[in-house]
């Protein structure tokens, strides 16, 4: 297993896998989070219910201390002044009533401040306590247990059909029970005294609204115009059979509320599952990146003590020779003598190729930018090297190149130019056949110098201008070199606001294109 496929395995087994299986885990959790979340607002919700009811259960309990206490103080049933303030200060609170007697037949004493109605509720009052005296009888039976309780009496009376009968019994001084009660308009109750109430619960949070079963219309709602019923949690409104309480949350109903919480929960996870993906994937090409340009400098280092290793042996043992006089006439002398002018020339493009390299690198390199004419610099390097390429079987075609100018630096082109055919040269062990082809384009000049060489693998093609680089496998292998040619070239075009390009195949060769801007004026 190989440094890169280590890093690989680690950062997958320390990061990937523990998140996929806390993803996966969170992820089966969800639903039962949805649920808990489901009953915790449920919960909340009824707690609300259940305090909207307690208020107004307290109202009516209220009402029956009053009217205990009036009672008592003044037993004039006609005109006693404290029913007809409670009555007075409480619209919803249509009628007070109250018996003398527990008999059958009792004499109905009764309250109000519309006297038409209280003529009109009469026998429909009385009929009612006759028709409920077992509930009565099991009221006094509460009350004579120490436990004060009312009871709402429904009424086949169509007189009372929009009110509700609700009865306590009452005690007075001399431990005398009778019957009391009130009628209650319940509409007009939910509206002056429920009403605020749910108003300072809602806020902005909630709609609250109470309904009269079988009716779809609210009898109050703190949304104006809510006819929502389906979304909401509805619980009885105890002083009042047959009229419910609901409950729901503000724009929108509890389970998308939950709902929507639990893809929220889900997109977080997996954009934190993303994200860390993301992180691992660029932390793994970073560290790849890093331990492949440390093999890459161990490479180098091995490539150019071998390159340096060759010359320096020959230098030595022909200089030896020399020095001992081993070579006999003076032809061999010479011989020797270019042989170390050879190496010396040698191991003076190694040494100044690693220096040129690392000064563009550091960005210590001047270059001067001025009209260059690609044709005519093609021309002075062939005219240099044409001896070497001849030597090693080249064939050169630089025939009708057009003078093409760019604005660039002399030097670094003529560099440029030496590196691509030091590696047309290098690898092209068969077929040595160099072609150098020049042209412009509306802004821009260009150099191709064409091999018949082994070629290139479209998967190296993207990494042979990192510094250090040498195709790991096949005839490239097998070439020496410093692994520094190409990306001396793009750095120095780079310098000079130019680009190069790669065309390849195995065993078909290579063409590398340089471009440079046009020279201003395109003259020289």
Known sequence: MNPTQRIALILTAVFLI?????SVYEISSLTQDEKMIGDIYEKQLESILFSVNQYSDDIINDWMSKTQVSLDSDPAAEENTGLQNLAALNESLRLIFYTDTLGQSPRLAIHSLDSGLAA??????????????????????????GFQKNEVLASPDTALRHYHVVCFISENANATLRTAGFVVEPSAFVEDLVGPKLQKIAKDQFVLA?????????????????TVTSAMLTKDFWVFPG???????????LQHLVRQRTQNNLMLLIGLDVILVVAVVLAFRSVKKEVQLAQNKADFVANVSHEIRTPLALISMFAETLEMGRAKSEEKKQEYYAIIRQETHRLTGIVNKILNFSQTEAGKKTLHLQPVDLAHEIKDVLRVYDFHLKSKGFVYDAQDIPPTRVLADKDAVVEIIVNLLDNAIKYSP??????????????????????HGVGIARTDQKHIFDKFYRVPTGNLAKSRGTGLGLSLVRQLLTQQKGRIAVES?????????????????NTV
Not at 121 to 145: D, E, F, G, M, W
Not at 210 to 226: I, R
Not at 430 to 451: C, F, M, N
């Open 430 to 451: 068969e077929e040595k056949t160099i072609e150098l082809r020049t042209g412009q384009s509306a802004t821009e000049g260009w150099l191709a110098v064409r091999d």
């Open 120 to 145: 009109r509720l009469r026998p429909a009052i009385a009929h009612t306590l006759a028709l409920h005296q077992p509930q009565l009888n099991q009221l006094v039976r509460y009350k004579k247990s």
């Open 505 to 521: 195949d195995l065993g078909a060769g290579s063409t590398f294109t340089i471009f440079l801007p046009l020279a201003p004026n």
């Open 243 to 253: 009229y419910t309480l609901g409950i729901r949350t503000q724009g929108a109903s």
């Open 18 to 22: 523990p998140a996929l299986f806390f």
């Open 210 to 226: 109470v309904y009269e079963k079988d009716n779809a219309a609210p009898v109050y709602s703190t949304l104006s115009g809510d």
